[in-house]
């Protein structure tokens, strides 16, 4: 199988270039993130990260044949060859297929993503309706993996003000706890044309998002919380 | 930041955790509340400790479903350990869980619900009612991505509390000072491969399991057992490594976990002939008796004949006569694996599974309050001055020879806790940070520098393939003497191939062979420990299977295997069996 892979280490490169490899022993149900392995074994310099294998600690996501996906559930069987297998797209790299997450991480912690409570906690546990958890589905699960994100056009134009997909995902989790009790600082700090108002529902991020999530969907509904909380 | 020590950056704070799973940010955060200031080192980014794994959920007596109390909890806990665990620590850690699990709530982990809007319990193994009754329900779950939910919301309280992280920081050695005081630890900054001092009057290791010594395995890459390698080459035994818990249910071939949850919602096991054997094991617990239990059913199905699929290796777990409501609604993840990595949807057909290495009881010894502890001249234990260990990395011990299924999200908790607790009352009486000599950082700098070495060698990445395949073989579900005594003269060349090794990539950014190159000299070490463990023990006890010795020995084998580094040596300590403030469970005849 052909794949051509982003090289680039900035103590021996001048620049990034394309290299074109091939693995001849592909065994049947073979990930993308296996074959990057036993490259690996041929070539060390190779490097990428990886860690749980199975699509759940969001260490590997890559951009895979143009698509931003996590290598360790993408089949070789799904992708056409040669497999072009690159960085995060929009990210600093720091070597190969590693990014620099720094804003993108900056961006989450910009939110507050814990939940805040200002009365007195009970002595048992918060009550939550089924009905009212269900509302976090489809939003605590998020990975951080950072696909979302690095495929939004408007991400990669301000990526210092917008703060982006993923971000936003995990504000509107807090924002739909029936138990968190700052909804109006929430939406107070997204207000303004950047933070929020950024995205124009492109959908790039559902599209791409591993655990099928829809952070264009919970965008909209911070828009709306927002313009009820204005008027 | 200062360079004042040989040009290598040092950076200083009350304490250093290494790891960033929920047993360091649990305890991280403890710390953060008394205002010390912590350092968090992972060698990822805290959201892919493996933690994030977990799906199953997090035992509490909250008897939010069936009547319960601690004290049941603790009996199950005792039991499930084949009564190797340590009965006081078994009772701190049962007593605390309801409060913890509360505390977990109130931070925002996003816990599924019952209708009356309390936290959701589901039926786990090795769980009864009234000590060895009825099926209780006691794993308090979110969906099936409990670890996620409760990882995701330490490091988001850690957010909150300002902890200091270094993100992607590998650690290489612990520094001691000439009297045994811990003073920090030498890390390695990924990134850009600079060497750099931690000096800390406290270190904490909370560094994970070691599930990476087995070909299939549940665990992540990361699990390289990398404090438990630490300590050994610092000098401090590794206690009970001959207990590596199997897990049943992983997928056939390839080890992704498959929650046992998925039995606790009423899945179960069925063989070649569509029968549902576990009723001839366990008659009363079934597919929810102690993994131990379960999985040897599974291996001794296959073995005999009984195994599904061309070659017989595998049996079925069964969930399609589930309503697909409660598989999508309290299973979606294990779901969304079946159908990625076996091309099964569980609503379906049944998932192809085996046993698969998923948990190390064994560990660094400490007390219930999270110190390393160590015996001194053939003495009592006494703590290691300035070192602690929390979560998979140690062994309290509360999982003896056999770990429940949703206790290991409870124990990191409880002991990340108890050690924040613990520190803070040594940094109360400890106001200076100890002397760091340059001879402390020289061993731990040479210990680095042995990657440096260039020119021909065998490469990293075969030998590790030649270990985790050598473990499998030789150290799996089932052992004996000569299979075992074999096995350790494998591992042992592999230990002296190791010194053959070279890296090809020497270059400093983001040299994740160096890094590969370092795990696999933990991984090494401790598979000498737990084979040379294993084939001591002659006796058979939770996940310590030994053919040859089919039975539980108490008279000679009640006791805790310890494992120094130096000349292999073997000692042995007493298991607590005086609980705090209850009578003690003694061991009785395991029947599930």
Not at chain 2, 187 to 200: D, M, N, R, S, W
Request: a negative charge; glycine letters at 8%; charged letters at 25%.
């Amino acid at each position: 199988m052909r794949f051509s892979i982003y090289r680039y280490n900035p103590e021996t490169d001048k620049a990034p270039y394309m290299q074109d490899v091939e693995l001849t022993e592909i065994r049947p149900d073979m990930m993308l993130l296996d074959a990057l392995r036993e490259l690996k074994k041929n070539d060390e310099t190779l490097s990428f990260r990886f860690s749980c294998g199975e699509g759940v600690c969001g260490s590997d996501a890559l951009n895979i044949n143009g698509r931003n996906g996590l290598s360790c559930i993408t089949p070789l069987s799904s992708l056409a060859e040669p497999i072009q297998v690159r960085p995060l797209p929009g990210m600093p790299v720091i070597r190969d297929l590693v990014v620099d997450l720094t804003q993108f991480y900056k961006h989450y912690r910009s939110i507050e993503p814990y939940l805040i409570v200002h009365d007195p906690v009970p002595e048992e546990e918060f009550l939550q309706t089924p009905e009212q958890r269900e509302k976090l589905d489809g939003l605590y699960e998020c990975i951080l993996c950072g696909a979302c994100s690095t495929a939004c056009p408007s991400f990669w134009w301000n990526p210092e003000l917008f703060r982006g997909p993923a971000a936003l995902l995990q504000s509107y989790r807090f924002l739909a706890d029936s138990r968190d009790q700052a909804t109006a600082d929430r939406l107070q700090a997204l207000e303004g044309p950047y933070r929020l108002f950024r995205c124009h529902t492109i959908m790039n991020c559902a599209e791409v998002c591993p655990k099928g999530l829809n952070p264009t969907r919970a965008i909209g509904e911070i828009k709306k919380l927002l313009l009820k909380h204005i008027i | 930041m200062s360079h004042a020590n040989y040009g290598i950056a040092k950076h200083r704070f009350d304490t250093l955790v290494i790891g960033a799973g929920g047993g360091g940010l649990r305890a991280a955060l403890q710390l953060a509340q008394a205002e010390a200031t912590v350092a968090v080192v992972s060698k990822v980014f805290p959201t892919r400790s493996h933690t994030v794994a977990a799906q199953g959920g997090m035992n509490a007596a909250l008897a939010n479903v069936s009547p319960d109390n601690w004290h049941w909890h603790m009996y199950d806990t005792v039991k499930g350990s084949d009564y190797l665990g340590d009965q006081d620590a078994i009772e701190y850690m049962c007593r605390a869980a309801s409060r913890l699990v509360i505390e977990l709530e109130h931070m925002g982990v996003p816990f599924s619900r019952l209708d009356n809007g309390k936290i959701y319990q589901r039926p786990f193994g090795g769980q009864s009612q009234n000590f060895g009754g009825a099926q209780a329900a006691r794993t308090c779950a979110a969906a099936d991505r409990t670890g996620h939910a409760i990882l995701h919301s330490l490091y988001q309280q850690n957010i909150r509390a300002k902890t200091h992280f270094f993100d992607e920081f590998f650690a290489v050695d612990l520094l001691l000072d000439d009297e045994g005081y811990v003073l920090g630890a030498l890390v390695l900054e990924i990134e850009t491969g600079e060497p750099l001092i931690i000096e800390a009057k406290t270190t904490l290791l909370a560094t994970g399991g070691v599930g990476q010594l087995f070909r299939t395995n549940t665990n992540a890459a990361i699990n390289t057992g990398d404090g438990m390698g630490m300590a050994l080459r610092a000098g401090i035994p590794v206690q009970d490594m001959e207990f590596f818990q199997f897990h049943p249910t992983g997928i056939a071939g390839k080890g992704m976990l498959m929650s046992e949850g998925a039995r606790g919602e009423g899945g179960y096991l069925i063989n070649k002939d569509g029968e549902r054997f576990m009723e001839r094991y366990a008659p009363q617990a079934k597919d929810l008796a102690s993994r131990d239990v379960v999985s040897r059913a599974i291996a001794t199905e296959v073995r005999e004949g009984r195994g599904c699929g061309e070659k017989g290796d595998y049996v079925l777990l069964k969930l399609d006569h589930l309503d697909p409501e409660v598989i999508m609604k309290r299973l979606p993840g294990i779901r969304d694996m079946a159908m990625t990595f076996a091309h099964v949807d569980p609503i379906d057909k049944p998932i192809p599974v085996f046993p698969t290495a998923h948990y190390t009881m064994g560990g660094i010894p400490t007390d219930r309050f999270g110190q390393v502890v160590v015996p001194v001249n053939q003495g009592a234990a006494e703590p290691v001055p300035g070192l602690y260990a929390v979560g998979e990395c140690a062994c309290v011990s509360v999982h003896g020879a056999n770990r429940l299924g949703g206790n290991s999200l409870l124990d990191i908790v409880v002991f990340g806790r108890a050690a924040g607790n613990k520190i803070t009352e040594y940094l109360g009486e400890s106001r200076y940070h100890r002397p760091m000599g340059r001879q402390y950082v020289d061993k731990a700098l040479g210990h680095l520098a042995r990657w440096d070495k260039r020119g021909k060698g065998e490469s990293v990445g075969a030998l590790r393939d030649a270990l985790q395949r050598t473990m499998e073989h030789y150290c799996g579900v089932f052992r004996i003497e000569n299979v075992l005594a074999e096995g350790l003269a494998k591992v042992l060349e592999i230990e002296k191939r190791l010194e053959d090794v070279r890296l090809q990539d020497h270059s400093k950014i983001f040299n994740t062979a160096r890094i590969e190159a370092l795990e696999l000299e933990n991984l090494v070490s401790l598979a000498v420990a737990t084979v040379t463990s294993a084939l001591a023990r002659q006796e058979s006890r939770g996940a310590h299977t030994r053919i040859d010795y089919p039975d539980r020995d108490d008279e000679r084998w009640l006791k805790h295997t310890l494992f120094y580094r130096e000349g292999r040596r073997l000692d042995y300590k007493p298991v607590t069996t005086k609980p705090l403030t209850v009578d003690s469970f003694p061991p009785k005849p395991r029947v599930y």
